[in-house]
């Protein structure tokens, strides 16, 4: 299996592209782990950083 650097390289993935895991266990763990981020208290900043919402 290829480093994701090797597949980068050769064209096969972008990085704009939404790479989902083919691993079964993948969807149940991610879901476990969305289930647990929602119980933590977090406040709007930190939520804006988990989420990807940057102010300039």
């Known amino acids: 299996m290829k480093s ?3 597949e980068l390289y050769d064209g096969n993935i972008y990085p704009d592209e ?3 895991s ?3 266990e ?3 763990l991610n879901k476990r782990i969305s289930e647990m981020l929602t119980m933590i208290p977090i406040n709007k900043v930190h939520k804006n950083l988990l989420l990807g919402i940057h102010y300039y």
């Open 26 to 28: 993948y969807r149940p």
């Open 18 to 20: 939404l790479i989902i």
């Open 4 to 6: 994701i650097l090797e």
């Open 22 to 24: 083919k691993d079964h």
